[in-house]
């Protein structure tokens, strides 16, 4: 009888298993979503002020602080739905100070139909390059009447 059961309850956790691999959110596992996937590209792949990207950017930011000896860590790469074509991505980087442990939150909102990436934290600002957009053919018309 208690090997039935030791069977019975083995079963129940392989098929609840299953069954929550099969159902899970996609918040979860947000490279199930071929959007989410499309949106962290963008971010990881942008042109950045540093470096060529802004994922080498960051990897450049946090390899030269654990070179210097200070405590560093970078979190996952994470991608959430807002609605329609935004997504949120973000990740976090963990830095040692002189008594405790704190976290910069690099989030980027990126709107998929315009393939456009703006910057929302501070961090993520500092990455990203300097948009000098160049003057109009009308302004200097203006100017030089």
Do not use: C
């Amino acid at each position: 009888m208690i090997k039935y059961l030791h069977y019975l309850v083995i079963g129940a956790l392989i098929v609840g298993g299953l069954v929550y691999w099969a159902l899970k959110p996609s918040a979860l596992n947000p490279m199930a979503d071929p959007r989410a996937a499309e949106a962290m590209a963008l971010v990881q792949t942008h042109r950045a002020q540093q470096a060529p990207t802004i994922r080498q950017a960051l990897a450049n930011r946090v390899q030269a602080m654990a070179a210097r000896g200070q405590g560093v860590r970078m979190g996952e790469w994470r991608v959430q739905r807002q609605q329609g074509d935004l997504y949120l991505v973000r990740v976090f980087v963990r830095e040692k100070g002189t008594r405790q442990w704190f976290e910069r939150e690099y989030i980027w909102q990126v709107n998929l139909a315009s393939k456009s990436i703006q910057a929302i934290t501070l961090p993520a600002t500092a990455l990203m390059p300097l948009e000098i957009e160049p003057p109009s053919p009308g302004a200097r018309d203006a100017v030089s009447s």
